[in-house]
């Protein structure tokens, strides 16, 4: 079994900064590419950023200089720095990781997701 396991959402003001935080564990023989996705109210869920295991990120434009995605390979863990938050940032942040529980096989897993609110 493997879990992918978010946190670190809250109520945030406008301007201000969260730190997300998804760890993947279980039985995970290889973890590739993680990232974080977002679905607002009556909105599709779309891309924010993705991470390849050798570091190389991927950001939608509209986050670009605002979140940083990093990860921590020995930890399976991916984080997201959100700094400059706008109320159009509320949402749930689900995170997604690619592994592979076994050598012959790999697969997307999806966190339950976490709540972002961002609100004077």
């Known amino acids: 079994q493997v879990q992918v396991v978010e946190s670190g959402g809250g109520l945030m003001q406008p301007g201000g900064s969260l730190r997300l935080s998804c760890a993947a564990s279980?039985?995970?023989?290889?973890?590739?590419?993680m990232g974080w996705y977002r679905q607002a109210p009556g909105k599709q869920r779309e891309l924010v950023a993705t991470i390849s295991r050798g570091g190389s990120t991927n950001y939608a434009d509209f986050v670009k200089g605002r979140f940083t995605i990093s990860r921590d390979n020995a930890k399976n863990t991916v984080y997201l720095q959100m700094n400059s938050l706008e109320p159009e940032d509320t949402a749930v942040y689900y995170c997604n990781a690619e592994i592979s529980p076994t050598p012959w096989r790999k697969a997307n897993y999806w966190g339950q997701g976490t709540q972002v609110t961002v609100s004077s």
């Open positions: 279980g039985s995970i023989f290889f973890v590739y590419a």
